[in-house]
């Protein structure tokens, strides 16, 4: 299983909608200046303020996937990274503890 893969395209949604929401934003404002409704630099100044928002929502939101996939990975037994390499190097250590007891044993 591609866990980093899966965690990628879950992001990439999010992207995604974010993107629709602020092209949904962008004609809606663009209808209020055309309707007369708000003149164009408040529609800039509300569109920048919206779009600086669903940013720093989809950043929170990308943390909080992460940590819930992290804490899916652990409550499945899955290990960390950092457990695999310490995982190798005792594994390498023992394997060289063994080929060292085997050459004495030959000598």
């Known amino acids: 299983m591609d ?4 965690m990628q395209q879950i992001v990439m949604l999010g992207i995604g909608t974010t993107s629709i929401v602020a092209d949904k934003l962008k004609e809606a404002s663009e209808q209020l200046v055309k309707d ?5 630099e408040q529609a800039k100044a509300v569109m920048d303020d919206m779009v600086e928002q669903l940013k720093s929502e989809q950043g929170g939101w990308e943390d909080q996937m992460q940590r819930q996939m992290r804490n899916m990975l652990q409550d499945l037994g899955v290990a960390r990274q950092n457990e695999m390499d310490e995982l190798r190097g005792r594994i390498d250590r ?9 050459n004495k044993l030959w000598r």
């Open 36 to 40: 007369g409704k708000l003149d164009p």
């Open 3 to 6: 866990n980093n893969n899966w």
């Open 94 to 102: 023992l394997e060289r503890q063994v080929r060292d007891l085997e």
